[in-house]
């Protein structure tokens, strides 16, 4: 189980918490200056993400799951995975029979991966608490922005890049048009407004005044780079640097990543820690990548990379999300092994003290 509580200190905060919002702010003061530049380095903030971040903090799962389990072996560790497997393969076959259905369900699964990981990282950030609902309703609206606004502002870039998804998988994408696209995207976004409007209002009336400015200082951020970026540019940037960059919270607050202190120097050994544990699957994933880079890619440009990137994602973002809210909801089995030694510590302890007390009572006379 997570540690949640804890405050974040000024150096997670300025890296794990500003970092992303400075990082999408430039971008969009660099396309200001520079119209553009996004549309011609659109797919490289995902290829990018196949090695660093993006790609290595699903990859951790194996580590994670052998995280979770209470015998330290390899047959133990490949057994803990199975499930996690099945579910992979489960979805690779889904994906190859009907990629188009695949991908709109990896759209609202992405939105509530997203969400949950922006509303879990608020609430950490300002050590509040918030009922189930207001943090699900603030969930949902996060994740429908980042998911839908590229298809209200880029309605023909964003189809484009369906099309080229579903192509991976040899089939041909249904013929929409674009504004189609766009109207049903604005009418989410619409009611996502709604949505974060009530949550605005529900955390000023909890006195969470200052989370409810930085939800929305986040959101308008969001919004602008969805709004100025293109959108295979502006999808990727979120992803690398800004869901990706804050799971490193996740990380960090896992009892194997959390050496003391929490410097600088701690966040550079968590990111190392992350790459390093994240190669046993993440080896293999970029094998696996490259071969069908090279069977199902005519030509290796950065645009059809990326596509070929968020294809994986398709498959791999079930088993991921689905293992994270274990690791958030249950405690891994060194951390039950943990609270078994302490408390037959304090039956040790109790133990002893009844034996001390036994031994210097008073012998009665009467």
């Given at each position: 189980m997570l540690r949640t509580s804890r405050q974040p200190d000024h150096t997670e905060q300025r890296h794990l918490y500003d970092l992303?919002?400075?990082?999408?702010?430039?971008?969009?003061?660099?396309?200001?200056?520079?119209?553009?530049?996004?549309?011609?380095?659109?797919?490289?903030?995902?290829?990018?993400?196949?090695?660093?971040?993006?790609?290595?903090?699903?990859?951790?799962?194996?580590?994670?799951?052998?995280?979770?389990?209470?015998?330290?072996?390899?047959?133990?560790?490949?057994?803990?995975?199975?499930?996690?497997?099945?579910?992979?393969l489960a979805s690779l076959a889904f994906f190859l029979m009907a990629p188009a259905t695949a991908l709109i369900l990896f759209l609202l699964l992405s939105a509530t991966h997203f969400g949950l990981a922006d509303a879990r990282s608020l609430d950490a950030r300002f050590a509040v608490a918030t009922t189930p609902w207001l943090r699900t309703l603030s969930a949902a609206t996060r994740g429908v922005f980042v998911i839908a606004l590229p298809f209200v502002f880029w309605p023909d870039e964003s189809r484009k890049v369906f099309a080229d998804i579903v192509a991976i998988a040899g089939h041909v994408a249904p013929t929409v048009a674009p504004a189609t696209f766009s109207s049903l995207?604005?009418?989410?976004?619409?009611?996502?407004?709604?949505?974060?409007a009530v949550v605005t209002t529900s955390r000023v009336r909890a006195g969470?005044?200052?989370?409810?400015?930085?939800?929305?200082?986040?959101?308008?951020?969001?919004?602008?780079?969805?709004?100025?970026l293109h959108p295979l540019f502006a999808t990727g940037l979120y992803f690398l640097a800004w869901h990706s960059w804050r799971h490193l919270l996740t990380l960090l607050r896992l009892e194997s990543f959390s050496p003391a202190g929490r410097t600088t120097q701690h966040l550079v050994t968590a990111i190392y820690r992350l790459h390093v544990r994240s190669l046993p699957l993440l080896l293999?994933?970029?094998?696996?990548?490259?071969?069908?880079?090279?069977?199902?890619?005519?030509?290796?440009?950065?645009?059809?990379?990326?596509?070929?990137?968020i294809a994986f994602f398709v498959v791999v973002t079930l088993p991921h999300h689905l293992l994270i809210e274990r690791l958030i909801t249950q405690p891994s089995a060194d951390e039950e092994q943990h609270e078994a030694r302490v408390a037959d510590l304090a039956v040790a302890d109790g133990k002893i003290a009844r034996d001390r007390g036994s031994h210097h009572a008073p012998l009665n006379t009467a």
């Open positions: 992303p919002l400075v990082v999408l702010t430039g971008a969009v003061l660099v396309e200001i200056v520079v119209p553009g530049v996004s549309a011609s380095l659109t797919g490289w903030p995902l290829v990018i993400s196949l090695f660093l971040i993006g790609m290595p903090h699903g990859a951790i799962d194996f580590s994670l799951t052998a995280q979770m389990t209470a015998s330290k072996t390899t047959h133990a560790y490949l057994c803990s995975f199975s499930g996690y497997a099945v579910i992979l995207a604005t009418v989410v976004v619409s009611f996502a407004l709604l949505s974060h969470q005044a200052e989370a409810a400015a930085v939800e929305a200082l986040e959101t308008a951020v969001v919004w602008l780079a969805f709004f100025m293999p994933t970029l094998g696996i990548f490259a071969a069908v880079a090279w069977w199902r890619l005519e030509v290796w440009s950065v645009d059809l990379l990326a596509a070929l990137t």
